[in-house]
């Protein structure tokens, strides 16, 4: 069976992933894109040699009935219109991380795909792909080092464009930890608190960074994650897991080591395309091998899209009030449990 995606916004990951699809995974083929920017839509077609056709919008796209699933990667803000036109016209949709700007909006996107009555949505957290995360979580369920007590992470950006604010540095970095945090631990948050430490001389007048924020589980776990966007030295992704005998840390990326000048370098990755990219390539593979296999997509759900975001409220508001922000979510509906877990 091969998979027909119709993609929505060709900008960074829209091409990494319409290039991953048809060079490097298999099972897809690209039939149709879009973008607000038809250049960009024009220039995608062109650079990958596709045989797709250039729709002017995402309504447009959508009412081809020769596409299968809907790689949704344009701007959050869009998100949300083109994941329920697609469950409308019943499509697949693999749709990039925010699922929706709002809980609200994340709210109508799981309610049309119950209504809808099979699971059509996945949402593109990678990082349970990532086989270091995937590492910690088996060590954590082995009970290697004992039970978890504290988890310290760090996500740090070299830089971010103008146009990032102090929100995004949680609707559009945190996101992340967000939701492979509580994955990770099989766990609920319950409050969060978000401190502004010293600021960098290197973020601009309107943004707020670096940023801690401090979670509390409902098991008692306490965690640190800094969001750091204009370290300067390259992207870095620290995770530690402190038990009742020991640590467990997330490994870093291998590189080559280079002895030059009477130094030991470890060259760093500079942004985020490369660190993650077995794990993107992953996500899609399972998102693609699952539908043919059960015609449904099992990797992190509409479910999910739902908690990062209620999630993420609780942190802009504790960004606004420095207050700790209660963090309280609805019962996970039934549709949303592995038919084994019921
Ligand atoms: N999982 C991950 O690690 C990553 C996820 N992302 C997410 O992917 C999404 C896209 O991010 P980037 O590719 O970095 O942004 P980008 O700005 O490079 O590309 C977005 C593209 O979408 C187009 N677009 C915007 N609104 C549209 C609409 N209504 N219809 C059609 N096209 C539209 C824009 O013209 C642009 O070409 C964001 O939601 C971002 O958070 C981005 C980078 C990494
Ligand atoms: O999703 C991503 C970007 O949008 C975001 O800006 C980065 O901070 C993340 O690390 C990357 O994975």
């Not at 509580?182 to 707020?208: R, S």
Request: proline residues 4%.
């Amino acid at each position: 069976m091969t998979i027909r995606f119709g993609v929505i916004g060709t900008g960074a990951i829209g091409r990494e992933h319409i290039d991953r699809i048809t060079n490097t995974l298999s099972g897809g083929r690209i039939v149709a894109v879009t973008d607000v920017n038809q250049d960009a839509a024009n220039q995608v077609v062109n650079q990958f040699g596709l045989d797709a056709v250039v729709y002017p919008d995402d309504k447009a796209l959508l009412e081809d009935k020769n596409i299968d699933a809907v790689l949704v990667a344009s701007w959050g803000s869009a998100h949300e219109a083109s994941v329920l036109g697609a469950i409308e016209a019943g499509k697949y949709v693999f749709c990039e991380k925010p699922l929706a700007t709002t809980a609200e909006g994340c709210m109508r996107i799981v309610e049309a795909e119950m209504k809808h009555g099979k699971r059509l949505v996945q949402v593109g957290f990678m990082r349970r792909y990532d086989s270091g995360y995937v590492q910690l979580k088996e060590a954590i369920e082995g009970n290697v080092v004992g039970e978890p007590l504290m988890i310290h992470c760090a996500h740090r950006n070299a830089d971010v464009h103008e146009r990032y604010t102090t929100d995004m540095a949680i609707t559009d970095t945190l996101i992340h930890e967000i939701d492979v945090l509580h994955w990770l631990v099989n766990d609920d948050y319950k409050w969060v608190e978000v401190i502004f430490p010293k600021k960098t001389k290197h973020a601009l007048d309107h943004l707020q960074d670096p940023q801690m924020i401090i979670f509390e589980t409902k098991t008692g776990l306490h965690i640190s994650v800094e969001v750091f966007v204009n370290c300067k030295f390259g992207y870095d992704i620290q995770c530690e897991v402190v038990c009742e005998e020991g640590t467990l840390k997330l490994p870093e990326v291998p590189n080559v080591l280079v002895k030059k000048e009477a130094q030991l370098r470890v060259p760093l990755l500079m942004d985020w395309k490369l660190r993650f990219i077995d794990a993107y390539d992953k996500e899609l593979q399972d998102f693609m091998d699952s539908i043919a296999r059960t015609g449904q997509p099992q990797g992190p759900t509409a479910w999910d899209g739902y908690i990062a975001a209620v999630t993420a409220d609780a942190c802009v508001r504790a960004q606004q009030t420095g207050k700790r922000e209660s963090i309280s979510l609805i019962d996970k509906p039934a549709f949303y449990y592995p038919p084994s877990e019921i």
